[in-house]
Structures are given as C-alpha cells and as structure tokens.
C-alpha cells in the first residue's frame, strides 16, 4: 500500500491517500476542511475511493467531508460519540457508518483494524493497517492532541497512550498534525508515552 500525505485547511491537517497502485483501490483519511488538494490529487491519480475514514470529528479534519464524499461515492466512517460534538467543532459532520472499537474494515484491498482512543475526543480513533498507524490528534511527534476543547479528557488520554504503548513491535506513525515517525521512537522519546509506560510499570 502506497501513503500520500496532504496538509490540508488552515492549520495543516494531515489528510491521508491509502491505496493499492496496482488497483487504484483507496481509502482517505481525514479530508480535512479543504478537501480540493484530495479530490485533484485522487483525480490525477486515477484513485476509486472505497472509504472515507474519521480519526475524529473536529472540523480541521472533517469540515468538508461532503466533497470527497460527493465526488468518489465512498461512505464516511466515524466514532458515534464523535457525531454530536458541539458546533463549531464538527462544522455539521456527515457520516455514513458507525465506527467501534475492534472493527476490521476491509477497504481498498487491504484491512484497517479500528482501536478507540478517547482524550482529544470522546469518539478519537486510530487506525492500525498492517504497519502503519494511523494516530489522528492523539499522538504526534514528540507530543500529542489537546485535551481541554469540549469532550476532551486527559484520564482517557493517559489510558490510550497506554494502549498505544503497549502494542506490540513498531509501526510507522502518520499522525493528524506534523511530521511522521515511529512508534518505537516515541517510547523512546515522547514524555506522554514513556508517563504512560511508568504507569505500566
């Protein structure tokens, strides 16, 4: 599977191509609120578009959903408890499809495995495809998503760092802002994580 990364909207979200170049199947992940950098990019690339996946719904990663979603005919996917947030926060967040915790979604030729994290969000989730993981607003390089908008919970976050440390081996971290790493590094060198892992212990 081949990743495309496009910093999207007003804050640089990090919207996600996921697809087979043999096939062109694809999943996107996180349109953002400026979905045009995706649709040309899926244009250009010949792209069938199987799914559109929601790490969570705050509007820098959802806000134009419905453009993606309009042009490719994919179903949108998204944690339940992320479909009432507040406006402005999901700027009225379309979804198809109900996320939960242990799914496996065969999309694009390939199965992306659902874990819940709640903390940035009650609904936050991130998406395990094979060694690739997929943190949204909960893990970043070196830090991780904020915990003090509406819903947020810095216990839950505390246990999904936990969760995210506890997993097994390394994957390569695409996360919702900024650059990509590793999920061994971050053991290593993300205070949150390693306070997760002291907790562990």
């Known amino acids: 599977m081949t990743v495309t990364s496009l910093p999207v909207g007003s804050i640089g979200t990090n919207c996600y191509l996921l697809y087979d170049e ?10 953002g609120d400026d979905a045009e950098p995706a ?14 996946l929601l790490t969570h719904g705050h ?3 959802c806000g134009d959903v419905k453009r993606i979603r309009e042009l490719t005919g994919a179903q949108v996917f998204v944690h339940p408890a992320d479909r009432d947030l507040p406006l402005p926060l999901n700027r009225g967040l379309v ?14 030729g390939t199965q992306v495995k659902v874990l819940h994290t709640p903390g940035h ?4 989730v991130c998406f395990l495809c094979g060694d690739l993981l997929f943190s ?7 830090s991780c998503g904020r915990t003090d908008l509406p819903g947020g919970s810095p216990a839950d976050m505390i246990r999904s760092f ?4 506890e997993l097994a081996g390394d994957y390569t971290v695409y996360p919702g802002h900024g650059e990509e790493t590793t999920l061994a590094a971050e053991r ?3 205070p949150f994580l390693q306070m997760a892992l002291r907790r562990i212990e």
Do not use: C, M, Y
């Open 162 to 165: 936990r969760r995210l440390a």
């Open 121 to 124: 969000t009650p609904g936050s």
């Open 22 to 31: 043999t096939t062109k199947n694809a999943v996107v992940i996180d349109p």
């Open 59 to 61: 509007f820098d990663h």
């Open 95 to 108: 979804a198809d499809r109900d996320l939960a915790d242990g799914d496996v979604l065969d999309l694009a």
């Open 136 to 142: 949204g607003d909960t893990l970043f390089a070196g």
């Open 188 to 190: 290593e060198t993300n």
């Open 39 to 52: 649709a040309a990019r899926i244009g250009a690339l010949g792209l069938k578009v199987r799914g559109i």
